[in-house]
């Protein structure tokens, strides 16, 4: 099993920043990516930003420029630095992985983002 707690969500005004965070334990050896969803009232869950194990990245149209994932210094831990919030990045973020040699993704329990005046 493998257990994933995110942090860091919260209300910010638009323009601003926010940084959350994703550790991981459990049973798996190696990752083959880690990353972040977002799901807003009424639509469906989306990709915002993942990373994968050689370190490449993929990640939404409507972040580019503006986040940016990276790990932490424990293989288990990515951060996703948020800049120049909008009022559109309000949704629930998910972390995710998926371990190397599986076809299972795992989830957090989700952090509330909410960009507002």
């Known amino acids: 099993q493998v257990q994933l707690v995110e942090s860091g969500g919260g209300l910010v005004q638009p323009g601003g920043s926010l940084r959350l965070s994703c550790a991981a334990a459990?049973?798996?050896?190696?990752?083959?990516?880690m990353g972040w969803y977002r799901q807003a009232p009424g639509k469906q869950r989306e990709l915002v930003e993942s990373?994968?194990?050689?370190?490449?990245?993929n990640y939404a149209d409507s972040v580019k420029g503006r986040f940016t994932i990276s790990r932490g210094n424990t293989k288990a831990t990515v951060y996703l630095q948020m800049n120049s919030l909008k009022p559109e990045d309000t949704a629930v973020y998910y972390c995710?992985?998926?371990?190397?040699?599986?076809?299972?993704?795992?989830w957090g329990q989700g952090t509330q983002v909410t960009v507002s005046s």
């Open positions: 995710y992985l998926r371990p190397m040699g599986q076809l299972t993704n795992y």
């Open positions: 459990g049973s798996f050896s190696s990752i083959l990516v």
């Open positions: 990373i994968f194990s050689a370190a490449s990245t």
